[in-house]
């Protein structure tokens, strides 16, 4: 299944099952049904449930905050992540600190959705992932999508609890094929779920147990997949063989899947599409040269995208954003 249509199924289902829950965004609804079609249908079988709203990140992040703090489950689309920037003040001084600053009294489970990601050539303000600007953001989930993580249970999750989410889907997402582990595999890849209590489960791909496996490798979103990728290329052809840890939430981290996995190999590499510095990648290198001390054989490898503006240029994008050459670089060099 496509994972447009896999989420917009989420989505319907979630308006179905919940009387209280609201989707907002810009041109969300029909004919239109949001930039990049998540939304078709839904505005026409759910008319007051479904709203189209004014060019106005501020707006929306307001009412959903209302929303929520009414009772509501409300989820919010930003049409494109760059503009998150808009929501941030009433993101990290208002949404994520009712419950705590009413002693638990009134909770704000408000959940955005934001299409994130470069790669299309749309130019420096339409390209970014900017999600690492509210890791660390008390009481604000971070996830990512992945085609490996079903957006049913994902929401289903959100939905059940009373926590903010930050919901980050690369737009190169969008026309892929969700690719969930089946017995054990995803395609030709061993495939295991790991997850610590009350954790979204992180995926573990690789051609080979982990145990044969000589590197570690940390990613999520679109990145996950050219991971993938890379990680069976160069299994088969060259017999280079990585474990592939794809986490579904990226703040606050389950790190224990991470250390089981590099406490085998001894080496990681993490790989985002956000600029580098001062980065999740940075964060997990901290992370697990701390708690692995004494048994990594390498210093961890982060692999980030350029720190400058994103061109219009889809060549020049290509050289500033994280790609397959990169990654696969980055394997080689860990792996030798």
């Given at each position: 299944?496509?994972?447009?249509?896999?989420?917009?199924?989420?989505?319907?289902?979630?308006?179905?099952?919940?009387?209280?829950?609201?989707?907002?965004?810009?041109?969300?609804?029909?004919?239109?049904?949001?930039?990049?079609?998540?939304?078709?249908?839904?505005?026409?079988?759910?008319?007051?449930?479904?709203?189209?709203?004014?060019?106005?990140?501020?707006?929306?992040?307001?009412?959903?905050?209302?929303?929520?703090?009414?009772?509501?489950?409300?989820?919010?689309?930003?049409?494109?992540?760059?503009?998150?920037?808009?929501?941030?003040?009433?993101?990290?001084?208002?949404?994520?600190?009712?419950?705590?600053?009413?002693?638990?009294?009134?909770?704000?489970?408000?959940?955005?959705?934001?299409?994130?990601?470069?790669h299309r050539g749309y130019g420096p303000t339409h390209s970014q992932s900017l999600e690492k600007h509210f890791l660390g953001v008390p009481h604000?989930?971070?996830?990512?999508?992945?085609?490996?993580?079903?957006?049913?249970?994902?929401?289903?999750?959100?939905?059940?609890?009373?926590?903010?989410?930050?919901?980050?889907?690369?737009?190169?997402?969008?026309?892929?094929?969700?690719?969930?582990?089946?017995?054990?595999?995803?395609?030709?890849?061993?495939?295991?779920?790991?997850?610590?209590?009350?954790?979204?489960?992180?995926?573990?791909?690789?051609?080979?147990?982990?145990?044969?496996?000589?590197?570690?490798?940390?990613?999520?979103?679109?990145?996950?997949?050219?991971?993938?990728?890379?990680?069976?290329?160069?299994?088969?052809?060259?017999?280079?063989?990585?474990?592939?840890?794809?986490?579904?939430?990226?703040?606050?981290?389950?790190?224990?899947?991470?250390?089981?996995?590099?406490?085998?190999?001894?080496?990681?590499?993490?790989?985002?599409?956000?600029?580098?510095?001062?980065s999740w990648g940075s964060e997990a290198a901290s992370v697990i040269s701390r708690r692995l001390f004494g048994r990594l054989g390498r210093p961890?490898?982060?692999?980030?995208?350029?720190?400058?503006?994103?061109?219009?240029?889809?060549?020049?994008?290509?050289?500033?954003?994280?790609?397959?050459?990169?990654?696969?670089?980055?394997?080689?060099?860990?792996?030798?």
């Amino acid at each position: 299944m496509i994972f447009a249509k896999e989420l917009n199924d989420t989505l319907r289902g979630a308006l179905g099952d919940d009387r209280r829950v609201v989707l907002l965004g810009e041109d969300i609804a029909d004919p239109y049904g949001g930039a990049f079609k998540v939304t078709r249908g839904l505005s026409t079988a759910f008319p007051q449930r479904v709203r189209t709203t004014p060019i106005s990140e501020g707006a929306i992040a307001g009412i959903s905050a209302g929303l929520a703090l009414a009772g509501y489950r409300p989820i919010a689309e930003v049409m494109f992540g760059d503009f998150l920037t808009l929501m941030f003040d009433q993101v990290v001084n208002h949404i994520t600190k009712y419950q705590a600053m009413y002693a638990e009294q009134a909770t704000c489970p408000v959940i955005i959705r934001a299409a994130t990601g470069g790669h299309r050539g749309y130019g420096p303000t339409h390209s970014q992932s900017l999600e690492k600007h509210f890791l660390g953001v008390p009481h604000l989930r971070v996830v990512a999508a992945s085609l490996y993580h079903d957006p049913r249970t994902v929401f289903t999750d959100f939905l059940s609890r009373d926590e903010p989410v930050l919901y980050v889907e690369h737009k190169l997402l969008y026309p892929q094929h969700v690719t969930l582990p089946v017995n054990g595999r995803v395609g030709d890849l061993i495939a295991s779920s790991d997850a610590s209590p009350g954790m979204l489960p992180t995926i573990r791909l690789s051609a080979v147990p982990v145990e044969d496996c000589s590197v570690s490798v940390l990613a999520y979103g679109y990145q996950a997949m050219l991971a993938a990728q890379v990680i069976e290329r160069l299994a088969v052809e060259e017999e280079i063989f990585a474990e592939l840890i794809v986490p579904a939430q990226i703040a606050p981290m389950d790190w224990a899947p991470v250390e089981r996995s590099v406490s085998v190999t001894g080496r990681l590499v993490t790989v985002e599409e956000g600029a580098d510095g001062w980065s999740w990648g940075s964060e997990a290198a901290s992370v697990i040269s701390r708690r692995l001390f004494g048994r990594l054989g390498r210093p961890v490898d982060v692999v980030a995208s350029e720190p400058t503006i994103i061109p219009s240029s889809k060549t020049k994008e290509a050289d500033v954003l994280v790609g397959s050459a990169r990654i696969e670089a980055a394997i080689r060099a860990a792996a030798a």
